[in-house]
Structures are given as C-alpha cells and as structure tokens.
C-alpha cells in the first residue's frame, strides 16, 4: 500500500511525507504540517472523546475494529472533507494502536532509521542517506508520552535518574533514548530498524556489500565451526551481517544468543535468547552482559553468539571460544581488524583479570579465527572491506593476514562508491580445519574478483 493511502490525507501527512527534502544538512526548525494546526487537534481531540464515551477501552480493538469505529463517528460529520476524515481515522489509529506521527516511518520499509531530536525535528535514513521530515509531534510532552508507550512493554525506565535507556520495540527495531537534562536541546530518540526477513550472505553479494567468493568462503568458515568476529563502527551493518552468517549455523546445533537489547534475527529453532537487564529505581537487579556469558555455558551451548562485546564479557567469550565452544560469533567496535584485536586487549583488562599482555594476547590469537571489518562508505552503503585471518602469536604480536579486501578506486558523478573486491591469494590455515570436517572449498575463490 503508499503511503498515501495509509497516510489518507493527501494535503497533510502523506504530503508531508511524500515532499521529504534531503537537507541533513539544515538545522532550522520547520513551521508544524497543516495536520498539526490548532483546528485540526480540536477536531481530533472532539473524535477521540466520541470514541471514549462508545469504548472504555480502545486500546483492546485491533486495529481494523478501531479504525471502523473512528470512520463511523467522522461519517456523518459534515464540517471536514473526506480527505481532512481519513487523516484523523489514520492519526488517531496510529497514536492509539502504535506511536503516533512516528508510526509511518516505522511502517515504511525502505526507512532503515529514524532519528528524533526534540519534537520538531525528525529525521529518517534512507538508502545511506539522511533525510529531514516534515514529521512533529505537538510538543515535549506528546513526544515523552510516545516514548513512554514504546518501553512500556520492555519494563525499562526513563527519568531523570536514568536518562539514557536501550531497548526493543515489538517489531525487533532498537530503541535508544535520551531525556533532559542531558539532552540539552529537547528528548532525543534513535531507533534502528531491521528488515523483516534478514538478509543472507547470498543476498548481500548481490547488493555487492560482499563478492560471491566471499560469500562462499564465509558460509563454510560458519558450518565448519571457524570463530568470527564482526568488526566496524556504528551503522556499518555489523548486525546484518552477523543475522547473515549466523544463517549458515546447522540446525542440529543448540544456540545461546546473548544481547543488550535482543535483536538478532535467528531461523534455526533450537535457540535460546538471552538479554541483559539494567539495575531498578534502587540501583538491584541488574543483570549484566557478563553474568550471562558465563551462565550461557552452563546451559550446553553448541555455539555462543553475544550481539556486542564491549566490556570485561570479552574474557568470558574467549575463555569460552577456547574451551569448546568454536564457532561462536560476536561483534565489536572497530575501525580496521588491527583496532579491533586492541580493542579486545583493553575489553579483557577491563574484565579486571590480573593477566600479563602476553597472556591475553595468546587467549585472543587462540580463540579467534577470523575478522570481518565492516564500513559505512561515503555515499551510505554498507561493505566488507576486509576479511582478515589471525594466524597466531609471534614474538609477543598477534599476527593476521588479509584474505580479501574492498579496493575503493572513486567516486562516479552520482555520488556513489566505485571499487572492487579483491582476494589477497592467500590460503586461509583455517582450511584443514574445514577438510577435518568434511567441508571442501574450489581453490578459485581465492583468486582476484572484480
């Protein structure tokens, strides 16, 4: 359906939506959308104590049944036009059903995010571009309201004791929010969306963010039990990419998930979801990324797949790679694969063991196998710019070798990324560990690909 036709009123919101200009670059505040204006809220606000006094309770219709009950009450109401009717039926479905002037952009497929900074500011990424709106909610307490009703299902809190929260909507999308006073400019909100039916390493080499040799490779280094850790900074695609190669996991292997914020998209059946819990209003009750780890590997997992190390988890998650759990996946902040082994260096001193650098070194030479650095490219698009192999240990350095690199050679006259991926020649060592298994590779997709 367009989004006209679920927006119902040409002239207010679906224009809105429909006339949205590519200005991430402005920062004036825009005057509200006609659906906005103060006759516009009485007469909604008059429909809405229609509907209380004929429902107690709304919010038990589905949506469907509400919103035939709303059109029943604006039918008859000749002061509005048909289109100025569809637009309130729609409105107040979306801020009764869902949440509000948001809903729509949750509901648009092509939107991969939205950001919302203050109530009349919101913004959307589409494409790997950004976008400004002409989305607003009413004010500061319109916008809190709707950001109240997103957490309520997650048992999360959001006040001035704890001003910052992550959290999942229904749908899967990842919620982080910020209040005053430390969004100094007004409730800041960022929600990132995923695709319904993730995507898989095929899928992904025919929108070219990997080649099909590396598809190849990637999907037998999963079924043959090979560790990898997805690497890159934020909004580089680390979770798609992990959904990707988590797909390629056997489905007689037990699969324990751990997540701040469960949003892994799991197909096998047999998997458990675990996600961490913040401390309550009296500071109890906090379960952290951690503990999790390691009660994880009391409970017979086959692989351990954590959504992000960042913390002192890292020693537990080596420590587990290590003592029979290869095969594990997880992902982790990084600019280049080099950045990311340091960073797991400084993860497990986080973890407060009393272990000398030589030692965490060989844990993470050991337990890891392979890097997959992801990067957000200057036009939005997301690629595999590099999967790298660690070798080993030498002389106190752990040592790695590139098997296939993304080569960026410019920038066409649309803006976009041109460049090529291409295969270093190199045999992974992790490929007697394949044959061991039963898992052969052709030796061509070691070659160069254009």
Do not use: W
Request: proline share 5%; aromatic share 2%.
């Amino acid at each position: 359906m367009s989004l006209k036709k679920r927006l119902g009123d040409p002239n207010g919101v679906g224009s809105a939506l429909r006339s949205v200009v590519r200005e991430s670059q402005t920062r004036a505040v825009k005057p509200p959308p006609e659906y906005m204006s103060a006759s516009y809220i009485t007469l909604k606000t008059r429909v809405q104590e229609q509907l209380l006094n004929q429902e107690a309770n709304p919010e038990a219709l589905d949506a469907e049944q509400l919103r035939t009950r709303i059109a029943a009450i604006v039918a008859d109401d000749r002061s509005i036009s048909p289109l100025e009717r569809d637009s309130i039926v729609n409105n107040l479905v979306n801020e009764i059903k869902g949440f509000g002037p948001v809903q729509p952009l949750l509901d648009d497929p092509d939107i991969s995010e939205v950001m919302i900074n203050g109530p009349h500011r919101v913004y959307i990424e589409r494409a790997g571009r950004l976008e400004a709106t002409r989305i607003h909610f009413r004010d500061d307490a319109h916008l809190k309201s709707i950001v109240e009703k997103m957490l309520a299902p997650t048992g999360r809190r959001l006040d001035e004791a704890s001003p910052m929260v992550d959290a999942r909507l229904p749908d899967g999308s990842r919620l982080n929010a910020v209040i005053r006073p430390i969004a100094v400019a007004g409730d800041t909100i960022t929600i990132r969306k995923f695709s319904k039916d993730p995507f898989t390493l095929e899928q992904l080499a025919h929108m070219n963010s990997i080649s099909e040799a590396m598809a190849v490779v990637l999907e037998a280094a999963v079924r043959g039990r090979v560790s990898i850790v997805v690497s890159g900074g934020t909004g580089s695609g680390k979770t798609t990419t992990l959904n990707a190669l988590s797909a390629n996991i056997p489905a007689d292997e037990r699969i324990v998930t751990i997540e701040d914020a469960a949003e892994l998209q799991l197909q096998q059946d047999h998997r458990v979801t675990l996600e961490a819990r913040p401390a309550n209003v009296e500071g109890q009750g906090e379960v952290s990324i951690r503990s999790l780890v390691r009660n994880a590997l009391r409970m017979r997992p086959d692989r351990i797949i954590v959504g992000e190390v960042r913390g002192g988890e890292a020693l537990d998650m080596l420590q587990a790679m290590n003592t029979g759990h290869e095969g594990s996946l997880t992902t982790a902040h990084a600019n280049s694969p080099r950045d990311c082994l340091a960073r797991m260096e400084t993860m497990v001193l986080m973890a407060g063991a009393d272990l000398p650098l030589t030692a965490i070194r060989q844990q993470i030479a050991s337990a890891v196998d392979v890097i997959v650095q992801q990067a957000r490219l200057q036009d939005g698009s997301r690629r595999i710019v590099q999967v790298t192999e660690v070798v080993g240990l030498e002389q106190g350095i752990i040592t790695t070798q590139d098997l296939y690199v993304y080569e960026q050679t410019g920038i066409d006259d649309g803006g976009r990324v041109q460049g090529y991926f291409t295969a270093t020649g190199i045999r992974p060592r992790f490929m007697d560990q394949l044959a061991r298994r039963g898992i052969s590779l052709p030796p061509d997709v070691f070659g160069e690909v254009r």
